[in-house]
């Protein structure tokens, strides 16, 4: 069966600071992944989209940027973090095709910003 | 304009008793997918149901059914027998044809009172 990670699940950091998420997908092969963002008490905002190896599609202009150097690997970075980057991150996969591939999400990371 | 639309911010149930979680949507392609989501106070997101555009039946998965009215662009969650582990935000999400990711809506805290 498929499963997905993310870590790390708790983080605070510094304004200035550099961020580094990473996710694994377990499982599958040539997955869809994805990078969203919930800010407190909202919904679902996609950042980042990856159809495979090196290929990388944002969503929103901002401050934070997204690599996937091996298959089933999504990296989410930031060179200096910004208060508004706080909020619940989470990495997501589906199969390539259709839509009713589900989207499965893993643990989330919680990003506080101090 | 909204995509998805979720009107009920908080909704109360009483232990056992049926609720409906509303969603409506927009979209002029023909061709699309339905989900909705359950996040526990852990954070992970939860697949709970699909409904595609095409299907002539609504979904049904164990105590979760998906109200399924087209012409209407309703696509309304109903939880049978409700539980106090249904306690969660749920959230409703639509998938395009031509897009890869998902689209949220704002998310309905349920909260199933004993």
């Known amino acids: 069966s498929q499963t997905i990670h993310q870590w790390p699940a708790t983080l605070v950091q510094p304004v200035g600071s550099p961020l580094s998420l990473e996710c694994t997908v377990e499982g599958t092969s040539n997955p869809n992944l994805y990078w969203y963002r919930q800010a407190a008490g909202r919904g679902l905002q996609l950042l980042f989209y990856s159809v495979g190896i090196g290929q990388i599609s944002s969503e929103v202009p901002q401050n934070l940027s997204a690599s996937r150097p091996q298959d089933r690997q999504f990296i989410l970075s930031s060179k200096k973090l910004l208060l508004s980057d706080s909020g619940f991150y989470l990495c997501?996969?589906?199969?390539?095709?259709?839509?009713?591939?589900?989207?499965?999400f893993g643990e989330g990371s919680w990003l506080t910003v101090v | 304009a909204q995509k998805i639309t979720q009107t009920q911010p908080g909704m109360f149930v009483q232990e056992k008793e049926a609720v409906t979680l509303d969603c409506t949507y927009d979209?002029?392609?023909?061709?699309?997918?339905l989900f909705w989501y359950k996040q526990p106070s852990s954070g992970e997101m939860i697949f709970l149901i699909y409904?595609?555009?095409?299907?002539?039946q609504n979904a049904t998965e164990g105590r979760y059914s998906l109200n399924f009215q087209k012409a209407r662009k309703s696509a309304n969650l109903v939880i049978s027998a409700s539980q106090l582990g249904d306690s969660a935000m749920y959230f409703c999400?639509?998938?395009?044809?031509?897009?890869?990711?998902?689209?949220f809506g704002s998310g309905t805290r349920l909260q199933v009172q004993p």
């Open positions: 409904q595609g555009s095409y299907d002539q």
């Open positions: 997501a996969w589906s199969a390539v095709r259709g839509t009713g591939n589900t989207i499965y």
């Open positions: 979209t002029s392609d023909p061709s699309y997918g």
């Open positions: 999400a639509m998938r395009e044809a031509g897009r890869r990711a998902l689209t």
